[in-house]
């Protein structure tokens, strides 16, 4: 069973195609990467698998269950997470608050929720996992005063407190200094390890190509290549969509 | 680290649960001047229908004009029932069929955001009040219904002022402090995340029907609960009493006070109940001054009078705000 | 009996399309809702009684000058008093600082001004007229004919002069406005002298039938909404489309049905317009 099966892909904004039919499949355990010039469709891919946009045609399955047009909050329950490209932590709460939030959610009912069920133990989690991003001496400062780095951290341990078994970042590293880059290449990998299938989206090469198992490339909203690391760079057409085709 | 952060709160909570009662009914014991006491008693009920706005407004993030239809309900229910049911079981049955109206007029809402729900609700309570004028079969019409007793448990009746009022401080209480309760729960959490980024929050999962519906629906409830008290306070209610400016009020107590701060409502309370009457002295200018006062505080005071409470405990404590919710 | 139906609804239309549509660029240019849209019409009748009954002006000097002093006032005044500081605190605040301005002006006008009703002059003779069968008023036929011209002339500003344009553009893609060095604040500023410039206009025609009084705004504050919304908020025609609707409602409503729940038929048409298509007949869905 694949983990994700994205089957003629489409979306549409207003006569402009993002996605033109594109098509995917994720293993189970694989490290993923997903590449491709600015404005090619890798982020509306990410929102229409996760439920964000409506998909304008095409399929999406996930564990072999059908997540086509499901409402995000239903495909984040049956196991589906994601950061954004944009950090979107909660700015006007505390960290605690922020990893409670994305765990709180994932199970039970809205009636245990009202009498805080687990909160106890949902909070020594945050702690550790906090704690081994290295950002638990800010646990209760509001999320808008962190760095950007340490926003980032935040966003990636939100994923980790519910631990998906597929997850998607979308460009876990980007505007992140060099020493925070390694360390969350490094939270990839160990997240990877310990079984979750993840898929990612990134603009910085080294990262991907050191990351991911295997690549597929998107321009304008079409999948052009796929393939391991060494494939995708030597492959022409990958090289002519970021750096045009010479005449 | 944990254990004393959670004991921090549930002392405050236990703090606040033993003072609220008191300090809400001490006007019983302390004002002379019936006036000042029926001030008071109104303070309360506008402290219940403008907390139910604020869980609404304030933390889910949906605007509702209806507040007024909803008290409506709630007081219309206590005052047709009340001879015949008796009032102990007419007010939580007024503030029950107002939630679930409320909850009715939840789904809805799901669908429209900020100005448009703004007018759905704002539609919704005048029909409300045109069924109240229209239907005088029912509801007495225009010249609404007179001789809304005050309750009684058995020999103890509390038609004096004082004794109705500590009713009241109550009834306020125990919803307020349920209020917080809730907002300190998980829910507080999720209706924050809706407010500050409603698609991220249901990216974790947080249903934003589930959640919106129910702010919608307890936030109205609480508006019912208002009405049902407030009938017996004034012995007389008439469908202007329900109409689209008792709605305003209860926005402008919400935004004056402070959107989204549990105290913000209280505060916005006690200015909106009050204000006017201090301003009495100007006369006939008074109602001018308050619509003035309101725009003026939107304009320097954006985030509510609360805010300028917050400056001032700055000033004592060196912490950044006084927070009863998170 | 029904084209008498018609053209009382069509009148009565005329005069909400025209507040619809001001208020539709309000919000298209700006996005701020105009809860004292009803208010606007009351000050612009009052201004211009201001004219004719107090300075004796004739009736043409006095319209026209109360129309520019409600430009200046609703329009340049509003903006730079209330929309400036107000815009950038968000939504609510705009909201709250609106209704408070509307209630503002109608306890102003109650203890500066009067309480009681005043009349007001038609701008022309009032009488009433017979074709095939239907009854009507000359002030009907003439609220179309105003209205339309209004509306035609908005048109074609908006379409063929420069200021127009840009005002289009801003409506239409504030950041690409914006780029292309289109000053926004002046453009809201031309959206609300246009506003009030409309409801200075629905004043004279609306003034010489409901008298002038301070709370005159009220039902037409509320019916400029239901217009725009129910037409649509972000194309002009919707508002155009809504207004005439809500009048035809209205008129039928009271003939057919019952006069007391014209306004909730009319509401009850705004819920379902809104629960069904959110952006209005004739609006478009914004991403």
């Given at each position: 069973m694949k983990a994700l099966e994205v089957q003629g892909l489409m979306k549409n904004f207003d006569g402009f195609a993002a996605l033109k039919g594109v098509n995917l499949s994720v293993d189970r355990g694989e490290l993923f990467g997903v590449i491709g010039p600015n404005g090619s469709g890798k982020t509306t891919l990410f929102n229409c698998v996760t439920g964000t946009l409506r998909c304008s045609g095409g399929r999406v399955r996930f564990k072999a269950r059908e997540i086509t047009n499901k409402a995000p909050n239903v495909i984040f329950k049956m196991g589906l997470g994601r950061t954004c490209q944009l950090i979107e932590v909660f700015p006007q709460m505390t960290v605690m608050d922020n990893m409670l939030l994305a765990i709180q959610e994932v199970e039970g009912s809205m009636l245990r929720r009202l009498f805080r069920v687990n909160e106890h133990a949902n909070m020594e989690k945050a702690l550790e996992l906090l704690e081994f991003l290295r950002i638990s001496h800010v646990t209760y400062e509001y999320a808008k005063n962190l760095s950007y780095g340490q926003q980032k951290l935040l966003d990636f341990g939100m994923v980790l407190m519910s631990a998906p078994e597929?997850?998607?970042?979308?460009?876990?590293?980007?505007?992140?200094?060099?020493?925070?880059?390694?360390?969350?290449?490094?939270?990839?990998?160990?997240?990877?390890?310990?079984?979750?299938?993840?898929?990612?989206?990134?603009?910085?090469?080294?990262?991907?190509?050191?990351?991911?198992?295997?690549?597929?490339?998107?321009?304008?909203?079409?999948?052009?290549?796929?393939?391991?690391?060494?494939?995708?760079?030597?492959?022409q057409r990958v090289i002519d969509a970021y750096f045009g085709a010479e005449e | 680290?944990?254990?004393?952060?959670?004991?921090?709160?549930?002392?405050?909570?236990?703090?606040?649960?033993?003072?609220?009662?008191?300090?809400?009914?001490?006007?019983?014991?302390?004002?002379?001047?019936?006036?000042?006491?029926?001030?008071?008693?109104?303070?309360?009920?506008?402290?219940?229908?403008?907390?139910?706005?604020?869980?609404?407004?304030?933390?889910?993030?949906?605007?509702?004009?209806?507040?007024?239809?909803?008290?409506?309900?709630?007081?219309?229910?206590?005052?047709?029932?009340?001879?015949?049911?008796?009032?102990?079981?007419?007010?939580?049955?007024?503030?029950?069929?107002?939630?679930?109206?409320?909850?009715?007029?939840?789904f809805p809402s799901l669908r429209v955001k900020t100005h448009f729900l703004a007018m759905v609700t704002l539609g919704f309570n005048i029909i409300v009040y045109l069924i109240l004028v229209n239907e005088d079969k029912w509801t007495g019409g225009p010249y609404g219904v007179f001789n809304i007793a005050r309750p009684a448990i058995g020999p103890l009746s509390f038609q004096s002022p004082a004794l109705y009022h500590v009713l009241i401080a109550v009834v306020t209480s125990v919803v307020l402090l349920l209020a917080l309760w809730m907002l300190n729960s998980q829910w507080g959490r999720a209706f924050k995340a809706i407010r500050e980024n409603e698609a991220r929050a249901e990216l974790l999962g947080v249903s934003l029907r589930n959640y919106k519906v129910m702010a919608f629906a307890i936030g109205s409830g609480y508006a019912g609960l208002g009405g049902a008290l407030i009938a017996p306070l004034f012995g007389y209610i008439d469908p202007t009493m329900f109409a689209l400016p008792f709605s305003f009020q209860f926005l402008l107590m919400v935004v004056v006070g402070g959107i989204g701060r549990f105290e913000g409502p209280l505060i916005g309370a006690i200015i909106v109940a009050i204000l006017?009457?201090?301003?009495?002295?100007?006369?006939?200018?008074?109602?001018?001054?308050?619509?003035?006062?309101?725009?003026?505080?939107?304009?320097?005071?954006?985030?509510?009078?609360?805010?300028?409470?917050?400056?001032?405990?700055?000033?004592?404590?060196?912490?950044?705000?006084?927070?009863?919710?998170? | 009996?029904?084209?008498?139906?018609?053209?009382?609804?069509?009148?009565?239309?005329?005069?909400?399309?025209?507040?619809?549509?001001?208020?539709?660029?309000?919000?298209?240019?700006?996005?701020?809702?105009?809860?004292?849209?009803?208010?606007?019409?009351?000050?612009?009748?009052?201004?211009?009684?201001?004219?004719?009954?107090?300075?004796?002006?004739?009736?043409?000097?006095?319209?026209?000058?109360?129309?520019?002093?409600?430009?200046?006032?609703?329009?340049?005044?509003?903006?730079?008093?209330?929309?400036?500081?107000?815009?950038?605190?968000?939504?609510?605040?705009?909201?709250?600082?609106?209704?408070?301005?509307?209630?503002?002006?109608?306890?102003?006008?109650?203890v500066f001004v009067s309480a009681e009703a005043l009349p007001f002059p038609a701008m022309i003779p009032q009488k009433p007229l017979h074709y095939a069968g239907a009854m009507f008023s000359s002030l009907d036929i003439w609220n179309i004919c105003v209205a339309a011209v209004m509306i035609v002339s908005l048109h074609l500003f908006i379409r063929k002069t420069k200021p127009g344009k840009a005002l289009q553009a801003v409506a239409q893609n504030r950041q690409a406005a914006d780029i292309m060095g289109i000053d926004a604040q002046?453009?809201?500023?031309?959206?609300?002298?246009?506003?009030?410039?409309?409801?200075?206009?629905?004043?004279?025609?609306?003034?010489?039938?409901?008298?002038?009084?301070?709370?005159?705004?009220?039902?037409?504050?509320?019916?400029?909404?239901?217009?725009?919304?129910?037409?649509?908020?972000?194309?002009?025609?919707?508002?155009?489309?809504?207004?005439?609707?809500?009048?035809?409602?209205?008129?039928?409503?009271?003939?057919?049905?019952?006069?007391?729940?014209?306004?909730?038929?009319?509401?009850?048409?705004?819920?379902?317009?809104?629960?069904?298509?959110?952006?209005?007949?004739?609006?478009?869905?914004?991403?």
């Open positions: 597929l997850i998607l970042l979308d460009e876990p590293t980007c505007g992140v200094e060099i020493e925070m880059r390694q360390q969350m290449m490094q939270h990839i990998r160990e997240l990877n390890g310990r079984g979750h299938t993840i898929v990612v989206i990134e603009h910085n090469m080294d990262v991907v190509m050191g990351l991911c198992g295997r690549i597929a490339v998107l321009d304008s909203g079409e999948k052009i290549a796929e393939g391991t690391p060494v494939e995708i760079q030597n492959n | 680290m944990v254990n004393e952060k959670r004991q921090t709160k549930w002392r405050r909570f236990a703090a606040c649960s033993f003072c609220l009662p008191i300090i809400l009914a001490s006007p019983a014991a302390l004002m002379h001047s019936q006036y000042m006491l029926y001030l008071c008693s109104l303070t309360c009920i506008y402290m219940i229908g403008a907390t139910g706005l604020n869980v609404m407004l304030g933390y889910a993030g949906q605007i509702s004009l209806a507040q007024a239809a909803f008290f409506g309900i709630g007081a219309y229910t206590v005052a047709l029932l009340g001879p015949k049911l008796s009032f102990w079981l007419a007010l939580p049955l007024g503030a029950f069929v107002a939630f679930v109206i409320g909850l009715g007029l939840g006017p009457e201090s301003l009495r002295i100007t006369q006939k200018l008074y109602p001018i001054l308050f619509a003035l006062a309101a725009m003026l505080i939107m304009i320097f005071m954006p985030k509510g009078t609360v805010s300028g409470v917050d400056w001032i405990y700055r000033k004592i404590t060196g912490k950044e705000e006084l927070q009863l919710t998170k | 009996m029904l084209e008498q139906l018609l053209i009382k609804g069509m009148s009565i239309g005329a005069i909400y399309a025209m507040l619809g549509i001001g208020f539709c660029l309000l919000w298209q240019t700006s996005r701020l809702v105009n809860f004292a849209q009803g208010e606007f019409v009351t000050v612009s009748a009052f201004l211009i009684l201001l004219f004719y009954s107090v300075l004796k002006l004739p009736l043409f000097l006095a319209t026209f000058m109360g129309i520019v002093a409600a430009a200046f006032v609703l329009g340049f005044v509003v903006k730079k008093t209330l929309a400036e500081p107000l815009m950038p605190r968000g939504n609510i605040a705009f909201v709250v600082g609106t209704i408070g301005l509307g209630f503002l002006v109608k306890d102003s006008l109650t002046k453009m809201i500023l031309l959206a609300f002298v246009i506003n009030a410039v409309l409801a200075a206009f629905s004043a004279t025609l609306v003034a010489p039938i409901y008298m002038v009084k301070y709370d005159m705004g009220n039902e037409l504050g509320l019916k400029a909404f239901y217009a725009a919304i129910i037409g649509g908020f972000n194309q002009v025609r919707g508002a155009l489309l809504g207004g005439f609707l809500v009048g035809l409602i209205e008129v039928f409503t009271a003939a057919y049905i019952s006069t007391q729940y014209k306004s909730a038929f009319v509401l009850l048409t705004l819920i379902v317009v809104i629960l069904c298509k959110p952006e209005g007949l004739l609006g478009t869905k914004e991403q």
